[in-house]
């Protein structure tokens, strides 16, 4: 078990860290999660987040900090950009892993409960893009488990200890992704308590927390209000209130149960195991603390994400960790028992389908006919690739029906998944990422974006743009989207909305003097090409349009 815990261990180091480069940056959120720290870098200011140039306080800085200290150290490349967000997962499993190490009296759960969080769908592919969400789950990680080592410490140096640990993590999650830093602990730790009998307890512990929070918090929160006044009210009405509460001003409104199917594909292989795990769990488990307090952590901040009006895939993040250590303890416990036959049964049916997939992958790959085909005949073999990798993980799994030992059984059923995903990441459809990733075509026109060239753009290409082309003062045509803030608040760079009829003068006012470059998706460069001027230049691929003047 030793070697088999060393090669997984490897394994999963190499599928989290190795494709970080391989694809092309997405729009939008990876390259705003990369211009702001660059334009950071750039200008010195640590304090003022800013995209374009302009004011962004949507998030406060510590992702972005972390973005930019990665940056110094590997370049300005996708490599750099995804490389915290994967860290940060790879360090929610290894804090997992000292949680149920410590507290579980199922040794072998301690190695499986990580092993279950790496191997959810949602973390690998959280952790391959650049959000802020893998490294808030991983601050929020590190705020719970510390608590837990709290409350169950005897002596009172160690709790002390682990509820100021708790603060910090919790501090530093506010200065990622702002309250959730302190709805989702207090959403968790007053009902674990209250099961507890512990209720008494709630009036005593907070203080230590609180006070490290704070003193984590305060430096830069007093740097931007002194800076910026009215960085706390928009961030906390706007970015809070409105989006959590308010169904008509909050953004990504979703039905009450959006998150229930997201949970399901999300942690698939090992929701598929819930008829083996989590009758267990009830019948035999529930008496014990850490049980108790996962439940918790998982079964409260869900239905807080699910209530709220704004939802977005990444937001249950935070909820992973605590299922796996729920579905490890409860595995490992049904396994001691002695049983087999209902994680043989789901496995059969997991095998399956992921034989089914491969299958489907292969037949449209081979098929003259368009209407089943998932790639474009200039894609080459990605078809196979993806093929190979689900008859891979069908393989594994059943591999994992037949092995005696249960600690193998879960080493196989584990590594199902980690080649699939991996072989998956590199036989991705062309139709599935080039309305995301205008990179290519910004990058072969780079030696046409002079010094002195101005820059035109909109709305999600508008991120790329200043990333790519290392500049921060293009102007922003027509759709503001997320720039609208910064542009209502512009205090010294006049002029960088621009109507279409303000466009045409621009191009008036330059004519013969400066390059006026236009970088749209190819929807709206239509909308506007029958009033504007014929172009000097122009370059375009299925869905971005590159355009000179």
């Known amino acids: 078990m030793k070697r088999i815990s060393i090669a997984l261990f490897v394994l999963f180091a190499f599928i989290y860290v190795l494709p970080l480069g391989f694809r092309p940056l997405t729009i939008p959120d990876e390259t705003r999660y990369g211009e702001i720290p660059r334009e950071m870098l750039t200008s010195g200011d640590w304090v003022v987040p800013r995209l374009n140039g302009l004011k962004y306080f949507e998030k406060p800085p510590f992702g972005y900090w972390a973005n930019a200290v990665s940056m110094v150290t590997f370049g300005e490349n996708a490599f750099a950009l995804r490389i915290p967000s994967a860290l940060s997962v790879i360090i929610s499993a290894f804090m997992i892993f000292l949680l149920v190490r410590r507290f579980s009296p199922r040794g072998s759960a301690s190695a499986l409960a990580p092993a279950i969080f790496l191997t959810c769908p949602l973390v690998l592919v959280i952790g391959h893009i650049n959000l802020l969400d893998s490294l808030l789950s991983m601050l929020l990680t590190g705020a719970m488990v510390s608590f837990f080592f709290a409350h169950m410490a005897d002596k009172m140096r160690r709790k002390v200890f682990f509820l100021a640990l708790m603060g910090v993590f919790c501090g530093l999650a506010f200065l990622t992704k702002g309250f959730l830093a302190f709805a989702v602990p207090v959403l968790a730790i007053v009902p674990f308590m209250l099961w507890e009998g512990r209720y008494k307890d709630l009036f005593r512990i907070p203080w230590i927390p609180v006070v490290t929070a704070f003193a984590v918090v305060l430096p830069w929160s007093l740097m931007i209000h ?271 909305f621009l109507s279409v009829a303000a466009f045409k003068d621009t191009l008036r006012e330059n004519a013969g003097e400066r390059p006026v470059i236009l970088v749209l998706t190819r929807d709206h460069y239509e909308d506007y090409r029958d009033q504007l001027p014929a172009p000097v230049f122009k370059d375009a691929d299925n869905h971005f349009v590159f355009v000179v003047y």
């Open 226 to 496: 002194f800076r910026e006044g009215d960085f706390w009210n928009y961030f906390f009405w706007t970015e809070h209130v409105a989006r959590f509460l308010d169904p008509v001003r909050g953004q990504h409104p979703k039905p009450l149960w959006y998150f229930l199917p997201v949970l399901a594909g999300g942690a698939l292989p090992w929701v598929a195991q819930s008829p083996a795990a989590i009758p267990t769990v009830l019948k035999f488990e529930m008496k014990k603390p850490l049980i108790r307090f996962a439940i918790c952590w998982f079964l409260f901040p869900f239905l807080f994400f699910s209530v709220c009006s704004g939802k977005l895939i990444p937001y249950i993040l935070p909820c992973f960790p605590p299922l796996a250590i729920v579905f490890a303890m409860g595995l490992v416990a049904y396994f001691e028992a002695g049983k087999c036959r209902a994680f043989s049964i789901s496995a059969w049916v997991l095998a399956v389908l992921c034989g089914l997939g491969g299958l489907f992958l292969l037949v449209s790959g081979l098929s003259l006919y368009e209407a089943i085909r998932v790639y474009d005949p200039d894609e080459g073999v990605k078809w196979l690739v993806g093929s190979f990798g689900a008859f891979l993980w069908a393989f594994l799994v059943i591999g994992s029906i037949r092995m005696k030992d249960y600690r193998k059984k879960m080493a196989f059923y584990c590594a199902g998944i980690l080649p699939f995903f991996f072989l998956a990441s590199l036989s991705v459809p062309n139709s599935a990422m080039d309305r995301r990733t205008p990179g290519g075509l910004l990058e072969r026109n780079l030696s046409r974006v002079t010094p002195n060239a101005v820059l035109v753009s909109n709305d999600n290409v508008l991120r790329a743009v200043c990333w790519f082309f290392k500049r921060d003062d293009a102007k922003v045509l027509e759709k503001a989207g997320e720039f609208t803030y910064g542009l209502k608040h512009e205090d010294n760079r006049p002029g960088k």
